[in-house]
């Protein structure tokens, strides 16, 4: 599969080495480049990337606006956040526009690979040290104020899918940790999400943070 990707950061410069530094993988092909929210709208209709490296911090309009039309626009396009941004705030609201990975710009060179990569398979990816940091804090502010809620109906094996998805494992290494298969594991998500109204990844990522099931 040939990752099709689209870089969108406002400075010439990161996106230069950006493609430095991707052009050479064999399954990425770098389809354009924008420099602004406009723009990076504009080109996912033009281009037609499968995965979009989206800077947060974007004139005109932020990568959080522009990740939410395009995502509306063009359902089926995965967006990667790459940002300076390590904050509870922006990673809430790229994942509620629809990102599918966030990955801070200090983060070595095989971290933003591997989030690429996943989100090209329709899988999650939260930079590890950040997530964890983000959803201790926020958990620890959601448990002052209730108890922890039930599970909506979701059984235990459900539950223990939930968590390894809400963490960012893909299909593989849940199916590896819970010694069934991959195939197992897709039924199992499908199931979840059905069961919980949910519609992506992104938002089933939400929905384990608030219901306090992940082991932060």
Same mark, same amino acid.
């Given at each position: 599969?040939?990752?099709?990707? /689209?870089l969108? $950061? $406002?400075?010439? #410069?990161?996106? =230069?080495?950006l493609?430095?530094?991707l052009a050479? +993988?064999?399954?990425?092909?770098? #389809?354009?480049?924008?420099g =602004?929210?406009?723009?990076?709208?504009?080109?996912?209709?033009?281009?037609?990337p499968? #995965?979009?490296?989206?800077?947060?911090?974007?004139p005109?309009?932020?990568?959080?606006?522009?990740?939410?039309?395009?995502?509306?626009? %063009?359902?089926?396009?995965a967006?990667?956040?790459?940002t300076?941004?390590? $904050? &509870? &705030?922006? %990673? %809430?609201?790229?994942?509620?526009?629809?990102?599918?990975g966030?990955?801070?710009?200090?983060?070595?060179?095989?971290?933003?690979?591997?989030?690429?990569r996943?989100?090209? !398979?329709?899988?999650?990816? !939260?930079?590890?040290? /950040?997530?964890?940091?983000?959803?201790?804090d926020?958990?620890? *502010?959601?448990?002052? *104020?209730?108890?922890?809620p039930m599970?909506?109906?979701?059984?235990?094996?459900?539950? +223990?899918?939930? =968590?390894? /998805?809400? $963490?960012?494992?893909?299909?593989?290494?849940?199916?590896?940790? !819970?010694?069934?298969s991959?195939?197992? #594991?897709?039924?199992?998500?499908?199931?979840?999400? @059905?069961?919980? @109204?949910? @519609?992506s990844?992104? &938002?089933?990522v939400?929905?384990?943070?608030?219901?306090?099931?992940i082991?932060?």
């Amino acid at each position: 599969m040939t990752i099709r990707l /689209l870089l969108v $950061d $406002d400075h010439a #410069v990161v996106r =230069s080495g950006l493609r430095m530094l991707l052009a050479s +993988e064999a399954d990425v092909e770098i #389809v354009g480049e924008a420099g =602004s929210g406009s723009e990076a709208v504009t080109a996912a209709g033009s281009e037609r990337p499968n #995965v979009i490296l989206m800077d947060i911090g974007l004139p005109d309009m932020t990568g959080i606006e522009a990740a939410r039309v395009i995502k509306s626009k %063009f359902p089926n396009v995965a967006i990667v956040a790459l940002t300076i941004h390590e $904050d &509870e &705030e922006y %990673f %809430f609201k790229m994942l509620e526009a629809g990102a599918s990975g966030y990955v801070p710009k200090r983060a070595a060179p095989e971290e933003l690979l591997t989030a690429i990569r996943a989100a090209a !398979l329709g899988e999650v990816y !939260l930079y590890p040290s /950040l997530a964890k940091l983000l959803v201790k804090d926020y958990l620890s *502010q959601e448990r002052e *104020q209730e108890n922890k809620p039930m599970l909506d109906g979701l059984t235990e094996r459900e539950q +223990e899918v939930l =968590s390894l /998805l809400a $963490d960012g494992a893909t299909n593989n290494e849940i199916a590896a940790a !819970l010694v069934i298969s991959p195939k197992t #594991v897709e039924r199992h998500r499908e199931n979840i999400m @059905h069961k919980l @109204h949910l @519609h992506s990844r992104a &938002e089933l990522v939400r929905y384990a943070i608030r219901k306090g099931i992940i082991k932060a």
